[in-house]
């Protein structure tokens, strides 16, 4: 069973950053697609921005130029910078892993493992 395990979220005012962390339990590499979501409350979860294993990312057009997503295979870790963050980002950030099957890393459907998710909080 692989596991997920999110961190680095808290309380931040609007222009501040964050960096948020994912330990996978199982090599990474042999993910497809690695992705961050977030769910804000009331509202459905949203993919934030996906990395495939070749490297090519993909960003929702809310966070595209504020948000970094990248890996890191010998740590096993999957990172998001969030720069120039606003109060909208507020909502519980989740990390998800396929099983290394070809797809599209933009459908939820893609992933298989998730984490528990960690609460980002922006305020204005």
């Known amino acids: 069973q692989v596991q997920l395990v999110e961190s680095g979220g808290g309380s931040v005012q609007a222009g501040g950053s964050l960096r948020l962390s994912c330990a996978v339990s199982k090599y990474i590499y042999g993910a497809y697609c690695l992705g961050w979501f977030r769910q804000a409350p009331g509202k459905e979860r949203e993919g934030v921005a996906h990395i495939m294993s070749d490297g090519r990312t993909i960003y929702g057009s809310s966070v595209k130029g504020r948000f970094t997503i990248s890996r890191d295979n010998a740590d096993n870790t999957l990172y998001l910078q969030m720069d120039n963050l606003k109060a909208e980002d507020t909502a519980v950030y989740y990390c998800?892993?396929?099983?290394?099957?070809?797809?599209?890393?933009?459908?939820?459907?893609?992933?298989?493992?998730w984490g528990q998710g960690t609460q980002v909080t922006v305020s204005s």
């Open positions: 998800a892993s396929d099983r290394g099957m070809i797809g599209s890393c933009l459908d939820p459907g893609q992933y298989y493992y």
